[in-house]
């Protein structure tokens, strides 16, 4: 190993295997990893290899305590990357937040380590950056491994909005209000301004960060890059959506070990963020929002439950032979 460091987070690692290649100064990328696997190497490969922005990005891992191997693994693969230890499993929102304190760029993207980066991303992104100075936040087009689009760039929902598609979005997924509220109308393949873009992989302008004080930390998972994407807009800053940039996202690959410990953290989110979002006479909603939310936990429990005992019965049935 190259160098050793210490630093506020707690251990620092770094790995320069290819010293000669020249960092971009207009942009780092931030992983934050737990238990990713070797989808670590490919996310953090992926940002290297996307050399639009004046040549390969300055590249930061936030380890999360994972327990996997997975830092091991990307550390022997040979990519240059700085690793940060975090002091546990802090979170997404804090660990994003380390990471981008441990790197220089004016532009940082954070990135899931589940997510791979296409080439010609970082030059979709920062073109947007160097001709808007307004934008605060960028999100690039996110598709599922299938090749399907997932719904990146959304609207933040009205209350009615919100709670049709709270009620009716965990078994008729195309209903009018999950329609409105992530945008399924909205042509994937158009640039527009939105509410808020998806945390999965969000480049971001350091100085708007500096604006709003990064990402809120009380958020453990789900919601962070919501309240982010809020307060920039409060700020005077834009978000917007940029399709010219693209990312693969495998989706869940670290959260679904502990499904049901995040569904109630996906909730717990949601409240904190209503209590934030609901200023003078319209926190009189706020107790209902929280039955509401409760109750909703409890059926997204449920809705898991039996569909995953589906899914088991369906195995052992292939197993068998049946059918």
Known sequence: MDSMESTAAGDSESLSADAGSPRSMRWGG?????????????????????????????????????????????????????????????????????????????????????????IGTAAAVLDRFDREPELGAVGPRITNTDGTDYPSARSLPSMVDAAGHGVLGLFWPSNPFTRRYRQLDADPSRSRDVDWVSGAAVWLRRAALDDVGGWDERYFMYMEDVDLCWRLRRRGWRVAYEPAGRVIHAQGVSTSRRPYRMILEHHRSAWRFARRRYTGARRAVLPAAGLYLAARCAAAWVEHAVRAGAARSRTRGSLRGDG
């Open 30 to 118: 931030v992983v934050v990893n737990h238990n990713a696997g070797a989808l670590l190497t490919d996310a953090v490969r992926s940002l290297l290899l996307d050399v639009g922005g004046g040549g390969p990005p300055e590249v930061v891992v936030v380890d999360n305590a994972s327990t996997d191997g997975s830092v091991e693994a990307l550390l022997s693969s040979g990519v240059d990357v700085r690793v940060v230890h975090s002091p546990g499993n802090v979170g997404y929102a804090r660990g994003a937040n380390l990471g981008i304190a441990a790197c220089r760029a004016p532009v940082v993207a954070v990135v899931n380590p589940d997510a791979e980066v296409e």
